[in-house]
């Protein structure tokens, strides 16, 4: 088959590099990939926002399918584009697409299917907003803890979580008056904060049949201990110890089926990816968000993890099929993502640093670098956005996949490289109060 991979992070490089595995493969194009992703397929200068020139281009080459990574050609309509040309693609239509495009569109649809979600309000403007947050927290001392959310796609970056009344006030003001998101904070939404462990679990649907994946744990926050601003994802981890089979069989009943059921009755049937944020509250699992595609880390450990042929598998939920074939099959072994970024990320950063020491990393047994923000130049790999590179191990246990993965980033460098260094260390913590359970 002759497949076009749509993206250039990490989540690219990712499915280029298990895509390349499948025999079936005869052709992989990655556009506009990386320097990674050069040495599994043939990269393609063609941006992920030109969807005539996607299209075009898999006109041309007689692509049998078209894999969408990130989220924007998907708002974008790029699988309604290629589908009025008969050309397959894994990915969500445009409406379909609009669970992540709008924060608002999803809430609605969450309460529609009865999906258990925080409470929330919508506002148009910083104003309205304000007098809402005024008007439920006179005191300025009060406790105030609230989730302020640009309605549109903001890279990862446009939710501000709250305590304090003056931390909502100044986030309303950066996204409704400021524009500090642009677009994305002409709407937003203002939700209760949930407590508990945060957890992605990613379902394949064609729209009929869900095959759930294992579980997975992003960290959002910058910094060590889930500190500093949110950021796309500083690394990631799969399983995690503290989703059972009863917690996912939940999910996946009260979640994941409800809503794709409410898509269909929409009219809007959702076929790709369905990633389910959610938090493990004391009343259960509740959505904090969904994405309509692989996340980014996450995909990177459960990719590490899969041993099916994922070809097979993103065919058959593009050809509407997925109960004709087997289950996928999972390495046992935990994987563990850590991602290295540039220095300042997620705020300014520069590019075109020199980063040595790739080959070394990736000699290491169970240890795959999967690059993310990077380009070739004169031979040279360099820097190409502020998540550099996805280092990603198994392990025997969460503990040796961690040793792994950072034995792999000691052997990188480049100026101004770093990156957490507690990821998935609480998982640990999970493991005790389960036992303490």
Same mark, same amino acid.
């Given at each position: 088959?002759?497949?076009?991979?749509?993206?250039?992070?990490?989540?690219?490089?990712?499915?280029?590099?298990?895509?390349?595995?499948?025999?079936?493969?005869?052709?992989?194009?990655?556009?506009? %990939?990386?320097?990674?992703?050069?040495?599994?397929?043939?990269?393609?200068?063609?941006?992920?926002?030109?969807?005539?020139? +996607? =299209?075009?281009?898999?006109?041309?080459?007689? #692509?049998?399918?078209?894999?969408?990574?990130? @989220?924007?050609?998907?708002?974008?309509?790029?699988?309604?584009?290629?589908?009025?040309?008969?050309?397959?693609?894994? $990915?969500?239509?445009?409406?379909?697409?609009?669970?992540?495009?709008?924060?608002?569109?999803?809430?609605?649809?969450?309460?529609?299917?009865? =999906?258990?979600?925080?409470?929330?309000? #919508?506002?148009?403007?910083?104003?309205?907003?304000?007098?809402?947050?005024?008007?439920?927290?006179?005191?300025?001392?009060?406790?105030?803890?609230?989730?302020?959310?640009?309605?549109?796609? &903001?890279? %990862?970056?446009? #939710?501000?979580?709250?305590?304090?009344?003056?931390?909502?006030?100044?986030?309303?003001?950066?996204?409704?008056?400021?524009? @500090?998101?642009?677009?994305?904070?002409?709407?937003?939404?203002?939700?209760?904060?949930?407590?508990?462990?945060?957890?992605?679990?990613?379902?394949?649907?064609?729209?009929?049949?869900?095959?759930?994946?294992?579980?997975?744990?992003?960290?959002?926050?910058?910094?060590?201990?889930?500190?500093?601003?949110?950021?796309?994802?500083?690394?990631?981890?799969?399983?995690?110890?503290?989703?059972? @089979?009863?917690?996912?069989?939940?999910?996946?009943?009260?979640?994941? #089926?409800?809503?794709?059921?409410?898509?269909?009755?929409?009219?809007?049937?959702?076929?790709?990816?369905?990633?389910?944020?959610?938090?493990?509250?004391?009343? %259960?699992?509740? !959505?904090?968000?969904?994405?309509?595609?692989?996340?980014?880390?996450?995909?990177?450990?459960?990719?590490?993890?899969?041993?099916?042929?994922?070809?097979?598998?993103?065919?058959?939920?593009?050809?509407?099929?997925?109960?004709?074939?087997?289950?996928?099959?999972?390495?046992?072994?935990?994987?563990?993502? !850590?991602?290295?970024?540039?220095?300042?990320?997620? $705020?300014?950063?520069?590019?075109?640093?020199?980063?040595?020491? +790739?080959? &070394?990393?990736?000699?290491?047994?169970?240890?795959?670098?999967?690059?993310?923000?990077?380009?070739?130049?004169?031979?040279?790999? +360099?820097?190409?956005?502020?998540?550099?590179?996805?280092?990603?191990?198994?392990?025997?246990?969460?503990?040796?996949?961690?040793?792994?993965?950072?034995?792999?980033?000691?052997?990188?460098?480049?100026?101004?490289?770093?990156?957490?260094?507690?990821?998935?260390?609480?998982?640990?913590?999970?493991?005790?109060?389960?036992?303490?359970?």
């Amino acid at each position: 088959m002759r497949v076009l991979v749509v993206g250039s992070g990490g989540r690219e490089h990712a499915l280029a590099w298990k895509l390349r595995q499948s025999p079936r493969l005869t052709r992989l194009w990655i556009a506009p %990939g990386n320097a990674g992703t050069a040495s599994e397929g043939e990269n393609v200068p063609i941006q992920v926002d030109d969807v005539k020139g +996607l =299209v075009a281009f898999a006109k041309k080459e007689s #692509v049998d399918l078209v894999i969408v990574g990130p @989220e924007l050609p998907l708002s974008l309509g790029l699988t309604d584009a290629l589908a009025e040309q008969r050309i397959r693609v894994f $990915g969500p239509s445009r409406a379909a697409a609009q669970l992540e495009s709008s924060k608002v569109f999803c809430k609605l649809l969450l309460r529609q299917a009865d =999906v258990p979600t925080a409470d929330y309000q #919508v506002f148009r403007d910083a104003d309205s907003a304000m007098r809402y947050v005024k008007a439920r927290f006179p005191n300025e001392r009060d406790r105030t803890p609230l989730v302020v959310k640009a309605d549109g796609l &903001a890279s %990862g970056k446009g #939710v501000i979580v709250c305590s304090k009344r003056d931390e909502v006030l100044e986030a309303i003001d950066r996204i409704g008056r400021k524009n @500090e998101f642009g677009r994305a904070g002409a709407q937003m939404v203002i939700e209760e904060r949930l407590e508990g462990p945060e957890v992605s679990v990613l379902a394949i649907t064609d729209g009929r049949t869900i095959v759930t994946l294992p579980s997975a744990q992003d960290h959002k926050a910058a910094y060590d201990g889930d500190t500093g601003p949110n950021t796309g994802g500083m690394g990631a981890y799969s399983p995690t110890p503290v989703m059972t @089979e009863e917690l996912m069989e939940t999910i996946e009943d009260k979640i994941l #089926v409800p809503s794709i059921h409410a898509m269909k009755r929409n009219r809007k049937p959702f076929r790709g990816v369905l990633y389910a944020g959610l938090m493990l509250t004391a009343s %259960g699992p509740k !959505v904090l968000e969904y994405n309509v595609r692989f996340g980014d880390p996450e995909c990177q450990p459960l990719l590490m993890r899969l041993k099916s042929d994922l070809l097979d598998l993103l065919e058959a939920a593009a050809d509407g099929r997925l109960d004709s074939i087997d289950p996928p099959e999972w390495d046992p072994r935990p994987a563990i993502c !850590v991602v290295m970024a540039s220095a300042g990320y997620p $705020g300014s950063y520069d590019s075109g640093a020199e980063i040595t020491g +790739l080959d &070394a990393a990736d000699q290491i047994p169970d240890v795959k670098v999967f690059h993310a923000g990077t380009k070739l130049q004169d031979g040279r790999v +360099l820097t190409n956005g502020g998540r550099v590179l996805g280092v990603t191990a198994l392990g025997s246990s969460l503990a040796n996949a961690k040793l792994n993965a950072y034995k792999g980033v000691q052997a990188i460098r480049w100026p101004g490289a770093w990156c957490r260094k507690d990821i998935s260390d609480k998982a640990a913590l999970y493991q005790e109060q389960l036992a303490v359970d």
